[in-house]
């Protein structure tokens, strides 16, 4: 019986522990609650707030059996606005705990946390580095959709210079699944970052960038529409985003997509939406963004399992 | 075996329905801890906060065996904050739950969350809409006291305007126990919207409105005293906000209120309350707004076993 | 079979308690999860943040398989908001748990509790007033070092003013541990307050006071470092509290001081820790306080177990 020690990035992720998730991931969905993790506990540690992705931690860990202690923004409310070091929140909190899942506002947090934890911890976000477990459910999603990942073209569209998941993404996907074809499609302001694109150069993985999603729309098997990240334009800026938003019109998708897009491609999105996914789309077989944040679920208690009891 | 399919709206319910929720909630009184809802998972989504509500909900979540995850200010801390709409968000935490509590900040909250929602959904206040978990508790308070509601004079007091508790109420007693007389006491400024005394009319509900407590306390079977709502005179508005407690005094409830009213009334309120019931009025065994309270807590286990187990 | 009736302030307690509570929670070290508390409820009601003590006190009950309901911030998100007293809010939270753990924010609030709540309190700090359950583990983990407490000195460090945990250790000391010696060493402007020293004193308590850790060190077998409260330097005065943490480099504990102080001495500090200890003293078998945290989970499960299922 192996454990998995924690989730800390994407790349830690071996060929044959990608798939033992993704069966144990297919198991859960047939599993509405079980006893397996009782007497388990596991702490929520956000110290940004992120209702979506806590809740369907929580909710995985209680359908297993186990139990939760949680703060929802800990930055605001913990040891941390008294000038304590994650370090010390993570030496204290995992003496508490079974396994810690960790939001962090600043990149390496995770890492650092894993150094200092007595227990297992889960990365679920930190800053603009790392969301493991996001890349993971984006990948089972098109595992459930077309079998295998192997000989599809994905697109990627939209604010990629500043999303965290497009980018994961294009990693895991350049270093275990050779055999596809990404496409970027964004605004000049926002293209992918050159480090991906020659990572992905590297690993020969065939790849094409261009602004203009309706010659690419025919093509693709995965369309993943991505957000314009409204909090890089807090302070007063909200013209600006607003402009961003209108600029980004034209890469919205929308019924007129619908119509020349394949039959069974999937439409992708990490949620929240804003406007670059009309509502008219969800009720599109394509649409599968919500079914891609419940896969969060299964993922997330596969992770669960095999971190705690075992796999 | 049927199951309640949500609670929206106090109007959703039949006679039979009622009394089936008061009859389960009496069992409710005299079971301290359950399994019944064992491996079931209820979300509490408060885009508000409301300790009270949200406790007595999730309390009576834990005394069944289910378990909770629950977010104390979805407005703030959740992907609300990135433009997410209200639908998108109950699209997704829905996969993650058995049954949906829900706080809105604006009217209609529940009614739009339960057409996307994939589990039942509990509406625990829409804004100035409804609250018909605290209508129903309102209801079984006044049936533990007198066994029945009918033949009983109830009073309504003080800011009937824009108190919430206080038109459900009018609205349930109307539609399902015509045989009542209710009187609304109000200063001028903040008497019953002509909605809810139309209602009255055309149920042929007797119904009476003055600004003399001292007349109508000792005919009352029941006074339902209700608090100014201070959230209308925030931002600096505290001067204009003590007058009106000021204004309100003559309609508080004291010591001389407890003298003339029958030995066998009660007095409710939906709490939290300031300064209209005065606490020297707590000891006395008429004043039941506590357990009135501690109600809420056995209507809402019985609204969950029926929600999620059936009747 | 007795139960404790709550626990409000660390003078309540009688040696013979004291005795109980650290003989459980020495059994409590030993049990990783039980069923004892099944279908008891705990409700966490902090009024001001304190991730860390609430996390522990929730992770004591998950252990011993109860449940928890819980608000971060009450004071922000209650009914508080709207004018509620204290004493309301607890008849009302009281009669949806088993048990509640309060932190409030001034002096006297678990006391006023108890007077109205139906079932027990444990108070988890009040303000300027008490933090008992800090005072046992402090307690516990010296007997847990030495095997007594007796014929030890201890050194009580930093600003011994406003820290809440070296005034009670001091009582507690005094009260039931007659046979130490306490040396307060702080800076002239941060000495302990003159109420404990003539408390010491009457109890026939040896007590020196001084500003000079370094003669200090080498004969204590406990060192009780504590931090600059920082919460007294809020609005704008971060100037006066870096010169406040600068002035108190010369109690920081480092390298030198360890290389100083005895074999089996230990250091202890309630953390959150600032700068007050260096992290290279972290490594040292010396250092304790980081087990000192996880003491409390365990005395927090004993204390929940004597009140819940008694002893």
Same mark, same amino acid.
């Given at each position: 019986m192996r454990k998995l020690a924690g989730v800390i990035e994407s790349q830690q992720f071996d060929q044959q522990t990608l798939n033992e998730i993704f069966r144990a991931a297919a198991e859960m969905e047939t599993l509405h609650s079980s006893d397996l993790l009782r007497g388990k506990t596991m702490a929520s540690l956000f110290y940004e707030p992120?209702?979506?992705?806590?809740?369907?931690?929580?909710?995985?860990?209680?359908?297993?059996?186990?139990?939760?202690?949680?703060?929802? $923004?800990?930055?605001?409310?913990?040891?941390?606005?008294?000038?304590?070091?994650?370090?010390?929140?993570?030496r204290v909190i995992s003496a508490y705990c079974d396994v810690i899942v960790l939001r962090y506002h600043k990149e390496g947090g995770a890492s650092r946390a894993q150094q200092f934890s007595k227990v297992p911890v889960i990365n679920a976000g930190d800053g603009r580095g790392q969301h493991p477990t996001q890349a993971l459910l984006d990948l089972y999603t098109i595992i459930k959709a077309?079998?295998?990942?192997?000989?599809?073209?994905?697109?990627?569209?939209?604010?990629? !210079? $500043?999303g965290r998941t497009v980018r994961?993404?294009?990693?895991?996907?350049?270093?275990?699944?050779?055999? $596809?074809?990404?496409?970027?499609?964004?605004?000049?302001?926002?293209?992918m970052g050159s480090d991906v694109k020659q990572y992905l150069t590297s690993c020969k993985i065939a790849w094409?960038?261009?602004?203009?999603?309706?010659t690419v729309a025919p093509c693709s098997d995965v369309i993943y529409q991505t957000r314009v990240q409204r909090e890089r334009f807090q302070d007063g800026d909200s013209a600006i985003y607003e402009q961003v938003i209108k600029d980004s019109e034209r890469f919205n998708i929308n019924s007129e997509t619908l119509d020349s897009m394949k039959k069974n491609a999937i439409i992708m999105h990490p949620l929240p939406r804003v406007t670059e996914i009309s509502y008219t789309v969800d009720s599109d077989p394509r649409a599968r963004y919500f079914?891609?944040?419940? $896969?969060?679920?299964?993922?997330?208690? !596969?992770?669960?399992k095999m971190i705690l009891a075992g796999y």
């Open positions: 992120s209702t979506r992705t806590r809740m369907s931690f929580e909710a995985a860990m209680c359908r297993l059996g186990g139990q939760v202690i949680s703060t929802e $923004n800990a930055r605001q409310f913990s040891s941390k606005a008294k000038g304590e070091s994650l370090e010390d929140s993570i077309f079998g295998k990942i192997s000989g599809l073209t994905i697109a990627m569209v939209g604010d990629l !210079a $500043n994961s993404l294009s990693y895991l996907l350049a270093k275990h699944y050779s055999d $596809n074809k990404i496409v970027f499609v964004s605004p000049a302001q926002t293209r094409e960038e261009t602004d203009d999603l309706k079914e891609q944040a419940e $896969n969060g679920l299964y993922v997330r208690m !596969a992770l669960l």
